[in-house]
């Protein structure tokens, strides 16, 4: 069960099933057991995402050390619209949320409409596309915008669009400038806050520490006052820990259950028992970031008596004597004066007899 409030944290199994049902089963199974929220899958027709003959990323050819097309590759990694119905009731009946993004009108209206899908998240690939992501916010439901590869003033134009259909329930608008200068004219309506969040993204697998920019992530949430996350392709876990640290409120990150095995993406992902180390050190650090006021919390109101001091006497003072610093001392515990109020005691003639170290309470 997700809970409200809690950094939301999703297992990009991706197309690390190669093509296979059962093995996709087994990658809800495992996101499930590492306590992540959500597993998400992609959801594709070859013939529609690409031409035939355009060429593998050099990240691809690395990986998959074979001569294909992206056609070619992409091809055997897809799932039909039934497996990913049996996928995604699999998913319902574990308890882990399904997500898949579209990568075209028809998969995003059968994930909305025969899956009833609960969320969306729009790939960096497709920010610039303009009208497919007008529909997704047709929908009128949460949206996740990964912004790999894309300039601040491009993310600004996807969310002017998106902005543009919620207000006015229109896919259709006179022109891009039109867009545009609605979006800076008028204020932003409620709902956008509620329904987008940014993915800040770094479009390499892996990606190069150097290139990720983290900071960057959080002047996406301040540009467009949203809330903000990290799409991590980088190796181990630690920038997606970071990332917790620097308020992320949606961490995303590949997994695969054998780094070794043939496909585009499994090197860069993470495997099980690093998955399950990735959440729980997010849901640690989560729990440690806690509230911004700076206060004791209740377990230290015991810890600060035997830790701080009281001021005693230093030596035996009779009544009557005059209060000095060559008279009186700081000690544990701090069940008594403060030696803070040191100056106010200064100078005070004692009422009654102290034997050295004894509190003083004038």
């Known amino acids: 069960m997700i809970v409200k409030n809690q950094i939301l944290i999703i297992a990009e199994a991706g197309v690390n099933h190669n093509g296979c049902l059962s093995t996709a089963f087994e990658l809800a199974d495992v996101a499930k057991a590492c306590g992540a929220d959500i597993v998400k899958f992609q959801l594709f027709n070859t013939d529609k995402l690409v031409s035939m003959n355009a060429p593998l990323a050099k990240y691809q050819r690395k990986n998959l050390k074979q001569d294909l097309s992206q056609h070619e590759m992409l091809k055997s990694l897809e799932l039909t619209y039934d497996e990913h119905l049996e996928l995604s009731n699999y998913c319902n009946s574990i308890g882990i949320e399904y997500l898949s993004t579209a990568f075209d009108e028809d998969c995003l209206e059968f994930l909305d409409k025969e899956i009833n899908q609960k969320r969306f998240k729009i790939p960096s690939g497709e920010i610039t596309n303009g009208l497919f992501l007008a529909k997704h916010a047709m929908l009128s439901k949460p949206l996740i915008l990964s912004t790999g590869m894309a300039t601040l003033s491009e993310v600004e134009m996807a969310i002017a669009i998106i902005t543009y259909v919620l207000k006015t329930g229109n896919l259709h608008a006179d022109s891009v400038d039109h867009i545009m200068k609605e979006f800076v004219s008028n204020e932003i309506p409620p709902q956008l806050e509620k329904l987008v969040t940014l993915l800040h993204c770094s479009s390499e697998y892996p990606a190069p520490l150097d290139t990720v920019n983290l900071r960057s992530m959080k002047t996406l949430g301040a540009a467009f006052n949203l809330n903000y996350g990290y799409s991590d392709h980088t190796k181990g876990v630690e920038i997606a820990i970071a990332a917790a640290s620097l308020g992320a409120r949606v961490i995303e990150k590949h997994f695969t259950l054998d780094k070794t095995a043939k496909g585009p993406d499994h090197a860069a992902s993470l495997n099980p028992d690093e998955l399950k180390l990735m959440v729980s050190s997010i849901r640690n650090v989560e729990n440690a970031l806690g ?59 004692v009422r009654r007899d102290y034997t050295a170290g004894e509190e003083i309470c004038e």
Do not use: C, H, Y
């Open 291 to 349: 509230s911004s006021v700076k206060r004791p919390s209740f377990s230290e109101l015991d810890t600060a008596k035997l830790a701080r001091k009281s001021l005693v006497a230093a030596t035996d003072i009779k009544q009557g004597e005059i209060l000095s610093t060559n008279n009186m001392a700081s000690i544990r515990p701090g069940t008594g004066i403060s030696p803070m109020f040191i100056w106010d005691l200064i100078g005070k003639e």
